[in-house]
């Protein structure tokens, strides 16, 4: 069989960067390294005269593949295809990716499509004519040993997990951050120490699973009184959590020790470690050997609790014994040891040896004995071992959780992987951390907290950010004026426009002099901005300091954006600050959301907004591009909905509800621009309709204008409804009928698609009949009385736009299997997302090209939006 060309890569010692994965994806994160791609190629051609086998690996680990051109696939036939299975190990790389990419766990179940391998496969054709021919017992079972060694050369396909880890081996540190963190959204096992198959280094990824955010609520007692619950949300690298470390002594034929995990952190048994009875799993795997692995369980703050606090369980794999510098330094972590010790009469020294230092070690030590049977069979105050032959699996994991939590419950040692990644330098480990960028950017963004700490937090934004503030609020209010004219009183109506453009440019005087001199934050972001190259990285260090403040990474750009405005007015030719719209547009083509909208002013820094898009146009050439935009009621699930689809990262976590709008570029596949007619996809993510913070601030016309804008902007928008309650309905659909009818009195004619989300997964097909019978009704309803205020003579939705509700509504499953926040994503969901995307390139596809507009095109689309909006 085919060997997997990642594992050619890792012995060979050959490296290839993961932005040649990116652009094939689609995904923006590293797209500015893109030139890999034709890096690769130009390597391939290079190599191939002197070493073939190498050339194909180097140009193979891409995911591209010289192919006669009679069998090269069609577009439609590509994205058909990333839906399905793959039938070459070549293809693996690229479909693990996009289905991790879309938080689909069952991307660790991923093998290649063969028919020789399937159950139903023929027999040849001699041998099937001797069993025909046959009637006696003995031919019945004929060649039974051949048949079975048969058998084994069969099992040959490359394991999963060894799929994972040779990706992980091959990506440069962006990738892997984002890997880890899409692995931890799907509730799976992270990397904590890997064995480098290329340099025998031991890896300790702290700055990959620094983006990883978790929840929970736990228990806290004080004394005999009742316990009070206490909720955390935080990043969890940072958390200081007990450790419980999971290794195995010998090989077990009878009992799973990732099973055993995955029974202790889910009652779904979940498969969150890798275990020998997953799908795809093979009697031989290459990565895994000596690879440490790590997964917190996070209470819910509910009685059926397996632990009242969160508690990180590691994993072992491989034989304990030939891992020594991996099992000491789980000895120096571990509040609990579980030792699975098979064949004890049979050890030989080095197991023994073991055993003996882990029964003498501090940490409490409970040693599962796979060929003992029935209950505990001894045990002293902190080391037990329990017989599990032929147990109960229900009652073992009742004792063990049992026991496992009378050993936490005294003073055991809690460490936060940072804390960890100390240990690991001692034991002369690689911390990716300590990579001298990573450093930089860390010292970077401590140098931005520190400053931020000196003052109050209720007086950070009007001391450290005063442009975004009361003047940038009575700016926006004498913009609007300009168009209403609602207070000239006497005064004639150029009088009145003269007096407001000059209190507009009296307002971005005192904005400059607020501004400069520039104080201690704000002058050193912009010296960062201004002298780094390697954006993505330390914006992403600044973002891990701050985010959990009322101050974050989009107010810092806010304020930068508004010093920009101001010099603009007040100074136009201030050379030192016009390269700002660069850095924004660099960061934009990296694939880092930009605000679009001020979502505390409610209002869109034209100018600002307008040079972004002159510079993007200045580094990519005025593009195509497709814009697709998001609106619904806050918390509804569109910030999730849209990183599902493209792999994004906007903030999803609890208590970061978006504000504003947030534009994203992603670039479409070369292959696939001509036939979809545009170079890139812009996603505009919005606050949700009606939010709670908005209540006592004009909420009804804000949600107006906000929906009136994104629609008018986007080619497409989602019109996202979270289950069916009739009020969530009533209020998005009022203002997204107002927004539409009004693009349709301009000549603007977008479209949309609704997404009912958290329905169930097999909703009858008569039940979603009714559904959209009644969403039907009530879009013409909302219709007529929105045309009536119109003054419009309308009386259907479809009169509005084209609309066909057999076609333009979906219906999602559940995001979650079980209760957050142990619950993995439903796969259906992920499944849902991708057929929704494929409905949206379907439609983008057949829309007539002059509604795809050039970046320059849409410049002016949002300019003209804009100042008709206040009208």
Not at 47 to 53: G, H, N, P, R, S
Not at 723 to 746: H, Y
């Amino acid at each position: 069989m085919e060997l997997l060309v990642l594992l050619i890569a890792t012995s060979t010692g050959y490296q290839v960067e993961s932005s040649t994965f990116q652009h094939l994806l689609g995904h923006p994160e590293i797209q500015y390294m893109a030139k890999e791609m034709e890096a690769a190629l130009e390597e391939y051609v290079n190599l191939k005269e002197q070493d073939a086998d190498r050339a194909e690996a180097s140009l193979l680990l891409t995911g591209l593949t010289v192919t006669p051109e009679s069998q090269k696939l069609s577009p439609e036939q590509k994205r058909e295809r990333l839906d399905s299975q793959p039938s070459k190990d070549k293809e693996l790389p690229l479909y693990f990716l996009q289905k991790l990419l879309t938080v689909d766990y069952q991307v660790r179940y991923l093998t290649c499509w063969d028919d020789r391998n399937t159950n139903s496969a023929p027999l040849p054709k001699n041998r099937a004519k001797d069993y025909k021919n046959s009637h006696s017992f003995e031919q019945f079972f004929y060649d039974l040993e051949e048949a079975a060694s048969e058998c084994a050369t069969k099992d040959s396909h490359v394991h999963p997990m060894d799929l994972q880890m040779a990706i992980f081996h091959c990506a440069d540190d962006f990738l892997r951050q984002t890997l880890a963190t899409k692995l931890a959204f799907c509730q799976l096992a992270l990397p904590l120490l890997l064995p480098n198959p290329g340099t025998s280094h031991i890896e300790f990824p702290l700055y990959a699973l620094s983006q990883i955010q978790r929840s929970w609520k736990e228990a806290e007692k004080s004394g005999k009184q009742a316990q009070t619950k206490s909720y955390n949300n935080k990043l969890i690298f940072q958390a200081q959590t007990p450790i419980v470390s999971f290794i195995r002594i010998g090989s077990s034929a009878s009992s799973s020790k990732s099973q055993l995990l995955n029974a202790l952190l889910s009652k779904r048994k979940h498969d969150t470690f890798f275990h020998r009875h997953c799908r795809g799993s093979t009697r031989e795997r290459l990565l895994m050997e000596g690879v440490v692995e790590i997964a917190w369980y996070c209470p819910r703050g509910s009685p059926d609790d397996t632990f009242e606090s969160c508690v990180a369980f590691c994993n072992l794999h491989g034989d304990a014994r030939d891992h020594g510098a991996q099992l000491q330094f789980l000895q120096d972590i571990s509040a609990v040891n579980v030792a699975l010790v098979s064949g004890l009469e049979h050890m030989d020294n080095r197991g023994k040896k073991l055993l003996q230092e882990l029964w003498q070690s501090k940490s409490p030590l409970i040693c599962l004995l796979t060929e003992i049977q029935n209950i505990a069979t001894g045990q002293s105050s902190q080391n037990m071992k329990i017989g599990i032959k032929n147990r109960n699996e229900a009652e073992l994991m009742d004792q063990l959780t049992k026991i496992i939590r009378d050993f936490l419950e005294g003073s055991s040692p809690s460490f936060s992987l940072d804390s960890c990644a100390d240990k690991a330098r001692q034991h002369g480990f690689v911390v990716d951390a300590d990579q001298p960028a990573c450093e930089a950017a860390k010292a970077k963004a401590n140098e931005l907290v520190e400053l931020l700490k000196k003052e109050k937090l209720s007086e950070i934004k009007s001391q450290l950010l005063p442009l975004q503030g009361k003047l940038w609020y009575q700016w926006c209010k004498k913009d609007k004026e300009l168009t209403r004219l609602q207070e000239k009183g006497n005064k004639s109506i150029e009088h009145h426009r003269s007096q407001t453009e000059t209190e507009k440019k009296a307002i971005r005087r005192k904005q400059l002099d607020q501004a400069f001199p520039l104080n201690p934050l704000m002058k050193s972001f912009l010296g960062f901005l201004q002298a780094q190259k390697d954006y993505h990285n330390c914006l992403n260090a600044v973002s891990d300091e701050i985010n959990n403040s009322s101050v974050g990474l989009e107010h810092l750009l806010r304020e930068v954006g508004q010093i920009y405005e101001a010099l603009e007015i007040m100074i136009p030719k201030e050379e030192n600050f016009s390269k700002l719209p660069e850095i924004a547009a660099e960061l934009m083509v990296s694939g880092y959301p930009v605000e679009l909208m001020d979502g505390d002013a409610s209002y869109l820094p034209l100018r600002w907004v307008g040079a972004i898009f002159d510079s993007l146009i200045e580094r990519l050439g005025d593009k195509r591009v497709f814009v697709l935009s998001v609106l619904g009621i806050q918390s509804s699930g569109k910030s999730t909905l849209l990183n599902a689809m493209f792999g994004l990262q906007f903030n999803v976590s609890a208590g970061r509800c978006t504000r504003g709008a947030f534009m994203q570029l992603i670039p479409v596949a070369q292959e696939l621009q001509q036939d979809l007619g545009f170079d890139f996809v812009l996603v505009i993510d919005t606050e949700g309709l009606r939010a709670i913070e908005m209540a006592n601030k004009q909420s009804l016309n804000h949600g107006n204008e906000l929906a009136t804008f994104v629609i008018g902007v986007g080619n497409m928008t989602l019109i996202n409804i979270f289950g069916e309650n009739p009020s969530e309905m009533q209020d998005v659909l009022q203002i997204t009928v107002q927004a539409f009818l009004r693009m349709k009195k301009v000549n603007l004619s977008p479209s949309c698609l609704f997404v009912h989300q958290n329905m169930g997964e097999a909703t009858a097909k008569e039940q979603n009949m009714e559904g959209q019978r009644r969403l039907q009704e009530k879009l013409d309803e909302l219709t007529r009385v929105a045309a009536q205020q119109e003054f419009c003579d309308i009386s259907s939705f479809s009169d509005v736009i084209g609309f066909d509700v057999k076609t333009h509504i979906h219906y999602f499953a559940h995001l979650w299997e079980g209760n957050p926040p142990m619950a993995p994503p439903n796969p259906t969901y992920s499944h849902n997302v991708q057929q929704l995307k494929s409905k949206i390139l379907q439609a983008a596809k057949q829309q007539p090209q002059r509604s795809i507009l050039r970046l320059s095109g849409l410049k002016d689309r949002i300019g003209d939006l804009w100042n008709a909006l206040p009208n």
